[in-house]
């Protein structure tokens, strides 16, 4: 049975925050949405991690592209007879790789870290960070977009004017 993508991502997500990061899932960001933002550590290091369930060209650019954006980028993949993890290191890409590839589940599996070049540019990471919101955390499961959508401005605005509503029945669209 193939993994999906958000059972790889439900793993990963615990295993990083076992490891004490602080974990933000379907973020949009510069280029596209990623699927894991982290902060970690004491100066609160921006951290992307692109879930896939196998190694594609597609996730090395996606990679590749968020390193102008983060401190540090791991693709992260189950664990398979084809390793490409060399190709993605030559990038200074990390690869996480979760096993076992037939039984997703955060308590049982394991996920082996593969080290990542950390970018010492203190502005990577700043505009993200800054997009950070505690919605992010909730509102969407990395991999699971098509179950509720993401959380942008945009459901913010929405969610804010539904709470007006409920707390000022009758109120008019000028008030």
């Known amino acids: 049975m193939k993994a999906r993508e958000q059972d790889v991502a439900a793993v990963v997500v615990a295993w990083l925050e076992s490891c004490g990061h602080d974990v933000y899932q379907e973020v949009e960001c510069r280029g596209g949405v990623a699927d894991i933002v982290t902060l970690a550590g004491p100066r609160r290091e921006v951290s992307v991690v692109e879930v896939k369930t196998g190694w594609s060209l597609d996730l090395l650019e996606q990679c590749a592209a968020r390193r102008r954006v983060a401190h540090r980028v791991w693709a992260a993949v189950p664990r398979s007879k084809a390793d490409h993890s060399v190709l993605f290191h030559k990038f200074g890409i990390g690869v996480l790789i979760v096993s076992p590839a037939d ?38 499961k990395a991999g699971a977009i098509g179950a509720g959508g993401r959380y942008t401005p945009f459901a913010a605005t929405c969610r804010a004017l539904r709470e007006v509503v409920e707390d000022a029945p009758g109120i008019t669209i000028k008030d």
């Open 103 to 140: 039984k997703y589940s955060p308590a049982s599996v394991g996920v082996r870290c593969e080290a990542e070049r950390v970018s010492s540019d203190r502005r990577h990471g700043e505009d993200l960070r800054n997009r950070l919101r505690p919605e992010h955390k909730t509102h969407a």
